[in-house]
């Protein structure tokens, strides 16, 4: 599991719940270290925030690995309610889970099971 989120405290919070949880996981601070790490080793799911500093929020960020890596599944988070995701012309669609901040860790592993199909 790849997490981005580019809150320090945050990142290092969902690492350590998805650890307690049972999965391996792999944490970047924005969406480029994200892609990087995605050339380096595959993953099956992408839990990303929406909206991040750096030139990709999390919907490009999910466009971008859902038309390189169309296997990877993809679970958004935000702290705001509004947050859709936007089509672009020529760009895969995005039908994400979207899970709303703040979450619990039980919110977390269903979202997550869900996502996988477990």
Same mark, same amino acid.
């Given at each position: 599991m790849l997490v981005v989120e580019d809150n320090d405290a945050l990142r290092r919070l969902v #690492?350590?719940?998805? &650890?307690? +949880?049972?999965?391996? &996981? +792999? =944490? %970047?601070?924005? =969406? %480029? !270290? $994200?892609? =990087? %790490?995605? !050339?380096?080793e595959p993953v099956d799911v992408l839990f990303t925030d929406? #909206?991040? %500093?750096?030139?990709?929020?999390?919907? $490009?960020? $999910?466009?971008?690995?859902? /038309?390189?890596?169309?296997?990877?599944?993809? #679970?958004?988070? /935000?702290?705001?309610?509004e947050a859709r995701p936007t089509g672009e012309p020529g760009s895969p669609s995005i039908t994400p889970r979207i899970l709303s901040k703040p979450y619990r860790k039980q919110e977390l592993a269903r979202v997550l099971r869900d996502a996988l199909g477990a």
């Open positions: #690492v350590r719940q998805l &650890v307690d +949880i049972g999965y391996q &996981v +792999i =944490a %970047a601070p924005n =969406a %480029a !270290e $994200a892609l =990087a %790490a995605l !050339e380096r929406v #909206v991040m %500093a750096g030139e990709m929020d999390g919907f $490009a960020l $999910a466009r971008a690995v859902m /038309s390189r890596w169309p296997r990877v599944r993809i #679970v958004l988070t /935000s702290g705001f309610p």
